[in-house]
């Protein structure tokens, strides 16, 4: 069983960073793709970064050079770093682990994720 827990949400003003971190107890590494997605009020939800068990990591272009993802393995825990937020970074994140058909990217459908976690609230304001 898959047991993903979403922390570091929050408010902070434009140009502010947030880390959030996912505790994922019972996943095989070597198996899975980790993600983070969101989903702003009214939108579809969008892959953000993944990263697979070699490491290498897919972003949306909308955060490209300001997101980071990364994995500890030994910790179970998959974050993500943001920088320079937006307002338009407003949204529920979510953490996900599964095996998507198409390969572990962002443009990987939401179907494809057999787990995720309840969400943590990011809200940048201007």
């Known amino acids: 069983q898959v047991d993903l827990v979403e922390s570091g949400g929050g408010s902070v003003q434009a140009g502010g960073s947030l880390r959030l971190s996912c505790g994922a107890n019972g996943v095989i590494y070597s198996s899975y793709c980790m993600a983070w997605y969101r989903q702003a009020p009214g939108k579809d939800r969008e892959g953000v970064a993944t990263i697979d068990s070699e490491g290498i990591s897919t972003y949306a272009d909308s955060v490209k050079g300001r997101f980071f993802i990364s994995q500890d393995i030994t910790q179970t825990t998959v974050d993500l770093q943001m920088n320079n937020l937006k307002p338009e970074d407003t949204a529920m994140y979510y953490c996900?682990?599964?095996?998507?058909?198409?390969?572990?990217?962002?443009?990987?459908?939401?179907?494809?994720?057999?787990?995720w976690g309840q969400g943590t609230q990011v809200t940048v304001t201007s």
């Open positions: 996900a682990a599964g095996g998507p058909r198409g390969g572990c990217t962002v443009k990987a459908p939401v179907d494809d994720f057999d787990n």
